[in-house]
């Protein structure tokens, strides 16, 4: 889902590198260094499988391409803000490798990482506070669900970007890219819901989001 110089108009890209320099400072300010110094080699790992799985993509036009995206494991994972880092990393080295535009580096980092991980973000917060707390809804919901729906909004947010630069028509695009979303869920939502469990039954110290006292394995609730 990388977007080019031709898809969109360049005062666009211009704008999205002020926005990405604005965000990049808050990210530093907000970055949990001490949590980046326990588990970096873990997260540096997640970001080498991520770009083997971002390498295995099709797509059909410029900015019309299916890949894992991982935004959600990610943040599940380790929290927003190493996973925009992650995702950071990823799009630099699709743009070293020659993937991407690195004149478009900042809007593909809004739209492929910001995007997806404030999605990812608000849907498991919906979770956590809104719905029963158990394992289940965790894996559920909070992983399953929200890397669907997450990938999905991503695809339709990113085309009507395409749509609104003059990339691409309305009509054009939705009968040559959206209806492929639906193929795009269950590899997202299946992968990242089976990582994540297998993440909580063997290294639970490793998911920043999980808690076992806040999501027992019994149907009694919390444990008192």
Known sequence: MNLTLALVPASWSVIADMLFALFFVYLLFRFPRKLFAQNYNVFLGFCVALMVLWSMKAGIHAGMEYHFLGA?????????QMAILGLILESLVQV?????QWQMFSMNILL????????????????ETKVYPHFISYFFLGAFVNAGITIALTVYITSLV?????????????????????????????????IVVIMVVYYPQWVYSFDDKKYPLTLGGKPK
């Open 112 to 127: 492929s990482g910001v995007l997806p991980v404030a999605i990812s973000s608000l849907i498991l917060y919906v979770v």
């Open 162 to 194: 395409m749509v609104a630069g003059g990339g691409y028509s309305y009509d054009y695009i939705s009968y040559e890219y959206l209806p492929f979303i639906l193929l795009m869920i269950y590899p997202e939502a299946f992968l990242t819901g089976i």
């Open 96 to 100: 070293i490798m020659g993937e991407a």
């Open 72 to 80: 959600t494991l990610l943040t599940l994972m380790f929290g927003w």
